[in-house]
């Protein structure tokens, strides 16, 4: 008997345009939200769109309760989860990068309250996705949470952010290419469950991306435009997969890894990026690693250790590390030999 079953969770509103940050009351009212509205936000993203979307709602005489996370760990969500009881929220909404909207996400599943999705930075591709991704200790976790129930993303505030965020959520969309590749690898070797639509779905985002790579330019709003469809479509991969495997793979341990050597040293996308032109070359030797590079020096991003800020010996002992970061089969398999990470990193200019 046919016995498989799945449950994919999309958002129902995707509003992506300038200026649709006055939308984003529309937005919520279309969901039939009810209640108080809990706004979490990071100390820039309050000035940049936080505030207006508190004052947005405060004119519909909902007024908002407002709170400021500066890390993503679990103590944040739990702080956020206090916050949203006490002040009787009927909802949340996360206005920020990666780490408000990962917090966010995370205290609305376990609040069993709605979540909108207010990026306000191209930066990375956990704008749309039921995933959460947060540090402990010595491992990362890759955490099941609520997905936005409704996403607005207004192009004229992820325009006028600085240009690095823009070319950080492009190199975390390029590094699907590895993502996938690892994947394919773990369902190989170790019977991994893989999603052929959601990993067709990564790569071809990614494909997209490198053909459009010349629209991607500072200053150009349609540059905005071309990535934040890029990060949800990624974020759909993730949410059909059920799991951050489509866009997630041993250049993400090796980033994860870093993040716990360096903390803050670069942004999440570069360091993906980085490292997905190491794995490329463990993945297929001599040549495809270069059109991964290339991809990454065509928009601007970081291609060497140095340009990312840091140094060799770190990216040596990260790669030799990485495959400790989680039970995440990948082209790392049980850890790569410091000569061969030397010599990776070598061949490919990293360091
Ligand atoms: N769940 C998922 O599926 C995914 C999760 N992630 C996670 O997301 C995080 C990476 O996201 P990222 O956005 O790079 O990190 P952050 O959320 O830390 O944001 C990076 C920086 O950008 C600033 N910022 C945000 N918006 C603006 C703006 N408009 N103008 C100026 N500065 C701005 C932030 O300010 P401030 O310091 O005030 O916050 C912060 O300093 C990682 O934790 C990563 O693991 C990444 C991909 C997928
Ligand atoms: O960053 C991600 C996808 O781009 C997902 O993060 P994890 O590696 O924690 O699953
Ligand atoms: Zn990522």
Redesign the pocket.
């Known amino acids: 008997m046919f016995q498989k079953s799945s449950w994919i969770r999309l958002p129902r509103n995707v509003v992506v345009g300038h200026g649709v940050l006055d939308e984003t009351v529309d937005a919520v009212a279309e969901l039939h939200l009810t209640g108080r509205p809990l706004v979490v936000t990071?100390?820039?993203?309050?000035e940049?769109?936080g505030d207006r979307v508190v004052e947005a709602f405060g004119a519909e005489g909902e007024e908002p309760a407002l709170t400021t996370v500066?890390e993503?760990s679990f103590e944040e969500v739990q702080r956020v989860i206090e916050t949203a009881r006490a002040s009787e929220a009927g909802f949340l909404i996360g206005v920020?990068?990666?780490?408000?909207?990962?917090i966010t996400?995370m205290a609305a599943d376990e609040l069993g309250l709605g979540f909108v999705s207010v990026p306000?930075?191209a930066?990375?591709?956990?704008i749309v996705?039921g995933?959460?991704?947060v540090p402990e200790e010595d491992t990362r976790h890759?955490v099941a949470?609520e997905p936005p129930l409704a996403v607005v993303a207004d192009t004229e505030?992820?325009a006028?952010?600085?240009w690095r965020?823009t070319t950080?959520g492009c190199a975390?969309i390029i590094s699907n290419y590895t993502a996938v590749k690892d994947w394919q690898l773990a369902h190989r070797l170790k019977n991994v469950e893989y999603s052929e639509y959601a990993g067709a779905l990564s790569q071809m985002t990614a494909e997209m991306l490198v053909e459009n790579a010349d629209s991607v330019k500072r200053g150009l709003e349609e540059s905005a435009w071309v990535v934040v469809k890029a990060l949800v479509s990624s974020?759909v991969a993730?949410s059909i997969a059920g799991s951050?495997r489509p866009?997630?793979g041993a250049e993400h341990l090796f980033s994860?890894q870093l993040d716990r050597l360096v903390p803050g040293a670069a942004?999440?996308?570069h360091q993906v990026g980085v490292g997905s032109i190491i794995t490329e070359y463990l993945h297929s030797g001599e040549t495809e690693w270069r059109k991964i590079r290339d991809a990454l020096a065509r928009i601007g991003a970081p291609t060497t250790a140095e340009e990312l800020g840091i140094d060799d010996e770190t990216v040596i002992e990260s790669l030799t590390t990485a495959h400790r970061i989680r039970d995440r089969y990948t082209i790392l398999g049980d850890g790569v030999s410091e000569p061969a990470a030397r010599e990776a990193a070598r061949a490919t200019g990293v360091i």
Request: hydrophobic share 35%.
């Open positions: 990071s100390p820039t993203p309050k940049v769109a500066e993503a920020g990068g990666g780490k408000v909207i990962d996400k306000t930075a930066s990375h591709d956990g996705s995933r959460g991704s890759s949470a505030i992820l006028e952010a600085p965020l950080a975390d974020g993730m951050s866009a997630s994860h942004l999440h996308g």
